[in-house]
T-cell receptor, first 115, second 116 residues
Framework: AQSVTQLDSHVSVSEGTPVLLRCNYS??????LFWYVQHPNKGLQLLLK??????LVKGINGFEAEFKKSETSFHLTKPSAHMSDAAEYFC?????????????FGQGTTLQVKP | GAVVSQHPSRVICKSGTSVKIECRSL??????MFWYRQFPKQSLMLMAT?????????EQGVEKDKFLINHASLTLSTLTVTSAHPEDSSFYIC????????????FGPGTRLTVT
């Protein structure tokens, strides 16, 4: 079975400092992994995805994530936080099998950006 | 990019009534749509998978007679919450996969349901 664990429920950073949102996954096959962002009362926006190509994935808004199979991790980073980055972030793994499209969501990490 | 819309964006209904939520893919044909439920400050929980022209597949613990899903066309899926109760109040989000072979899901903006 597939699962994903976001290690921090809440992360607080100062504007201009680096962001690290941690995610570990469990999968019985080579997974597809995603990071989504959700602003309050809004739908989800895809930040980036890993689908067995390059292990360092670059996404929108300066975010990137590195797939580390040995550590079963897919942490999200950004060199410099902006106030507009404050939102809920979800690490997601494709579920059950690679061709159903089902997604398994992590618990979410709330990113707070302080001025 | 692909756009998915939901209507209404928010709805308030009285306990015991039914409410229908629409999910539309605006610029692509969606062979598969998903319905999620999200409680405040919690993650998304998959409720069901909807394939055009066939019955929806519900996740364990989701009552199919309470949450009726219809996927009558390649651009429209509807979720009807029947005999709604206050505990059904939630944020409902749909997503869609295009028929192009990509498994990327495109999410709608969500519908806030409040049952009084």
């Amino acid at each position: 079975a597939q699962s994903v664990t976001q290690l921090d429920s809440h992360v607080s950073v100062s504007e201009g400092t680096p962001v690290l949102l941690r995610c570990n996954y469990s999968s019985s096959y080579s997974p597809s992994l995603f990071w989504y962002v959700q602003h309050p009362n809004k739908g989800l926006q895809l930040l980036l995805k890993y689908t067995s190509a390059a292990t360092l994935v670059k996404g929108i808004n300066g975010f990137e994530a590195e797939f580390k199979k040995s550590e079963t991790s897919f942490h999200l980073t950004k060199p410099s936080a902006h106030m507009s980055d404050a939102a809920e972030y979800f690490c997601v793994v494709s579920g059950y099998s690679s061709n159903t499209g089902k997604l398994i969501f992590g618990q979410g990490t709330t990113l707070q950006v302080k001025p | 990019g692909a756009v998915v819309s939901q209507h209404p964006s928010r709805v308030i209904c009285k306990s015991g009534t039914s409410v229908k939520i629409e999910c539309r893919s605006l610029d692509f044909q969606a062979t598969t749509m998903f319905w999620y439920r999200q409680f405040p400050k919690q993650s998304l929980m998959l409720m069901a998978t909807s394939n055009e022209g066939s019955k929806a597949t519900y996740e364990q613990g989701v009552e199919k007679d309470k949450f009726l899903i219809n996927h009558a066309s390649l651009t429209l899926s509807t979720l009807t919450v029947t005999s709604a109760h206050p505990e059904d109040s939630s944020f409902y989000i749909c997503s869609a996969i295009s028929g192009s072979g990509s498994l990327e899901q495109y999410f709608g903006p969500g519908t806030r349901l409040t049952v009084t």
